[in-house]
């Protein structure tokens, strides 16, 4: 059985989309449970840290007054439109999610009834019948 890794507040920081400072108030106020190596950092388990992450997207991915919507697709990705090309039938739009770059295909049509702009919050919602995942 291979060993459970840890994560430092940093790396988990990057993972969960917050600045380190979020993290390390979630630990302090018992949210996030963490323990210290023997140079004294402090670490995060990773199951611990996966636990987190899966809780911490229920709590936001509902819908909620604020409009949000229900949906299958439990991929969101939240972000910021960092360009959009105009074809005459089909159309691309890229948006930047935290460190991901996500490219969606659609129609002109929709791109246009939607009133797609670059700078425009947006969220990608990714359903696929093939995920690939690489271990890092």
């Known amino acids: 059985m291979p060993h459970m890794r840890s994560y430092s507040i940093g790396r988990a920081a990057r993972l969960l989309g917050v600045s380190p400072d979020t993290v390390r108030r979630w630990a302090d106020a018992g949210k996030l449970p963490t323990h210290r190596d023997s140079g004294g950092k402090r670490l995060i388990a990773g199951t611990d840290l996966a636990a987190f992450a899966t ?37 691309q739009v890229e948006i ?9 295909l659609l129609t002109r049509e ?14 990608a919602r990714v359903k696929s019948t093939n995920v690939h995942i690489d271990r890092t």
């Open 55 to 91: 809780a911490l997207a229920a709590d936001s991915g509902a819908a909620d007054e604020g409009g949000e919507p229900y949906t299958s697709a439990r991929n969101a990705f939240p972000g910021i439109i960092t360009a959009v090309k105009l074809g005459d039938v089909a159309a």
């Open 96 to 104: 930047q999610a935290g460190p991901h770059r996500l490219v969606s």
């Open 110 to 123: 929709a791109v246009e009834e939607l009133g797609l702009a670059v700078g425009m919050e947006a969220v």
